[in-house]
């Protein structure tokens, strides 16, 4: 069974631009997370979707933004890029079914690198 | 608001020595735990968790953790280091859900890690 892909694997943006991660989750799992990895540090939660609907949002500025499709893959944009953002980001999946929300499976990440 | 904390950022063994990676947790609902470990340029891949049931839970690749309500941890141990285990170890606590319809836990909070070198 496939796991959680990402797209793209490596980015390298200016200041000012935009970006937009793509997260396929693992087949049957209804919701998304993503999470911000910067170097030398655990990952931090931005937002997680459940069923195509905004369930948790971290202490992320509003340059940060997410949906999920009907087929529960799931999309994270970025505005006004920021030397600051350059991470690694994280997208996981959980919840086959009510209750099982609780372990998610990350994917590899997208680098991001803002120059 | 919950937080992890893990004792020591860097910890170095022999081959075949073995492994203790400290996490301790602050959560002001009973705790879900987990273990993750990344490796180089790689996503996080989960080692073992803990919901609910025996407190003393096993993992991939013979690693195990027990969760101490009343110390308010989850130290991750394996028996014998093996070379294969060089990376960087994460222990997080899960938040409760924010919506009604849903109690599914939600968003993790990640400690800061502890890297693992193993020496021959």
């Known amino acids: 069974d496939a796991g959680v892909t990402q797209s793209p694997t490596h980015l390298i943006k200016t200041r000012g631009q935009h970006v937009t991660l793509r997260c396929s989750p693992i087949?049957?799992?209804?919701?998304v997370s993503w999470y911000q990895q910067v170097l030398g540090q655990g990952p931090q939660f931005i937002f997680q979707y459940y069923e195509k609907e905004e369930r948790g949002r971290g202490n992320f500025p509003d340059r940060f933004s997410a949906r999920q499709f009907p087929n529960y893959s799931s999309e994270l944009n970025v505005n006004a890029l920021l030397l600051g953002d350059s991470a690694l980001y994280l997208c996981?999946?959980?919840?086959?079914?009510?209750?099982?929300?609780?372990?998610?499976?990350f994917g590899p990440g997208t680098r991001l690198l803002v120059l | 608001a919950q937080s992890v904390t893990q004792l020591g950022s860097h910890v170095s063994v022999s081959e075949g020595a073995l492994v203790l990676l400290r996490c301790n947790y602050s959560s002001s609902v009973p705790p879900y735990l987990f273990w993750y470990v990344q490796y180089p340029n790689q996503g996080l891949q989960l080692l073992l968790k803990y919901t609910t049931g025996a407190t003393l839970v096993k993992g991939i690749n013979g690693f195990e953790a027990e969760f101490k309500k009343s110390e308010t941890s989850f130290h991750l141990t394996k028996p014998s280091a093996h070379m294969s285990d060089a990376a960087e170890y994460f222990c997080?606590?899960?938040?409760w859900g924010l919506g009604t319809r849903d109690t599914g836990r939600r968003a993790l909070t990640f400690g800061s890690g502890t890297r693992l070198q193993v020496q021959p």
């Open positions: 087949s049957g799992h209804k919701s």
């Open positions: 996981a999946s959980s919840g086959g079914g009510q209750g099982s929300l609780e372990t998610q499976y």
């Open positions: 997080a606590v899960s938040d």
